[in-house]
């Protein structure tokens, strides 16, 4: 019979496969890009130090008209509003977004992205389709009953 233990370390391995896939993804996106990202970027980038909630913040703002406030983040986002104010400070910081106030409000901060943020967001929604095209492909080579067995495990254990 397997054991819990068994199932977690299975499910571990696909989760360190998985991002060591998403991590050569990215890489060959970055070499893909027609606008070469600034070095800085493509340093975070290798040294693995560019988050996925960061780019995913930036995919927000970008899906999302290329602005927002920062209180549409924290509503949205499944993120502490602390960890926003980070992410938002270093993708400043490092030139992707940028903070401004409307005509008459200084209160309410708006964050905008900027040219390099929305290569970067690209960056990040291109490194989805293609894993979903990926793990799509192995599905369908894989018996529907095994598929829904493993389904129905999953959901037994959530």
């Given amino acids: 019979m397997i054991t819990f233990q068994e199932l977690r370390q299975a499910l571990q391995h696909f989760d360190e496969a998985s991002e060591s896939r998403r991590q050569q993804l990215i890489q060959t996106i970055i070499q893909e890009q027609a606008t ?3 070095q800085t970027l ?16 930036l ?5 999302h008209g290329g602005e927002c406030s920062y209180q549409q983040l924290t509503q949205e986002l499944e993120l502490s ?3 926003i104010s980070r992410y938002v400070n270093r993708l ?9 106030h409307r005509n008459g409000n200084k209160k309410s901060v708006y964050l905008k992205i900027t040219p390099t943020g929305q290569q970067v967001s690209h960056i990040h929604l291109t ?15 894989i018996d529907e009953n095994d598929l829904q067995a493993t389904l129905n495990i999953l959901q037994k254990l959530s």
């Fill in 36 to 38: 070469p990202l600034p």
């Fill in 42 to 57: 493509t340093d975070r980038f290798n040294q693995d130090r560019f988050s996925h909630s960061e780019m995913k913040l």
């Fill in 59 to 63: 995919s927000y703002i970008d899906n």
């Fill in 81 to 83: 509003q602390g960890m």
């Fill in 92 to 100: 400043t910081t490092n030139g992707l977004l940028e903070k401004f």
């Fill in 127 to 141: 490194m989805h389709r293609r894993e979903d095209e990926y793990y799509n492909q192995i599905l369908e080579k």
